[in-house]
């Protein structure tokens, strides 16, 4: 809780907020911020000032540690991820999606098992939430949300790598929940931006045409 003007702020959700209502207080300057999830409630901060306005979540204060920062905003990718998982399940079934795919071309194997072996989609995409949870909360790999080893940041490419195969599948067979989805929240954008700038990724593997689509959309409406 804080104090502006003399009237105190309590950033906190009440039991009870609509959802619609979630976190409607005021914006905080990141160096008045007193937290050591303080990158964590920025980054937070700034998605839910403007969702679409990438370049300036993708933007890290003055100072800031790249390694966290990029741990952080990974963290931040896999939670809202969850969000398009909930979405899947009412249309992607293990009887019409058996395998980890997009397109014909690419069918992904399931690192969740002691061996990699392919899993239907729906389960891919469980388990490889599920798995980056694990990873992301260890206290071997990140301990400290402060400051992040080399070895550790080391991680999150592959991180990268696997989640993304979710953007990837929704976008190539469920287009409609993909659209929507995206329409609300930017994420594939904001973390194809992401993997880019911090060469988290292969620019091969960046299949989904989302950065294409919007150069020829800003190209047409020129």
């Not at 990974?74 to 992607?92: I, K, P, S, T, W």
């Not at 659209?179 to 299949?207: A, P, Q």
Request: with cysteine.
């Amino acid at each position: 809780m804080k104090m502006a003007d003399g009237i105190a702020i309590l950033r906190r959700n009440k039991p009870g907020t609509k959802a619609k209502d979630f976190s409607r207080w005021p914006d905080e300057p990141f160096e008045e911020m007193d937290s050591t999830l303080v990158v964590q409630q920025f980054i937070q901060q700034q998605i839910r000032r403007e969702p679409s306005n990438i370049v300036q979540i993708l933007t890290p204060p003055d100072g800031q540690d790249e390694g966290v920062w990029k741990y952080e905003h990974l963290r931040q990718f896999c939670m809202e991820l969850n969000g398009l998982a909930v979405r899947l399940q009412g249309d992607c079934h293990p009887e019409t999606c058996t395998q980890m795919t997009a397109t014909e071309q690419w069918i992904f194997l399931c690192a969740a098992h002691k061996t990699p072996k392919e899993c239907a989609a729906i389960d891919y995409t469980r388990h490889t939430l599920d798995g980056a949870a694990c990873l992301l909360n260890s206290n071997k790999y990140f301990p400290s949300r402060v400051s992040i080893k080399d070895a550790s940041v080391s991680k999150l490419g592959s991180v990268c790598r696997r989640v993304y195969r979710i953007f990837s599948h929704a976008y190539f067979h469920h287009r409609n929940i993909f659209d929507e989805f995206e329409n609300e929240t930017f994420l594939c954008r904001r973390f194809t931006l992401f993997v880019t700038k911090y060469g988290l990724m292969s620019k091969d593997n960046l299949i989904v045409p989302i950065l294409e689509e919007e150069a020829g959309t800003g190209e047409s409406e020129a």
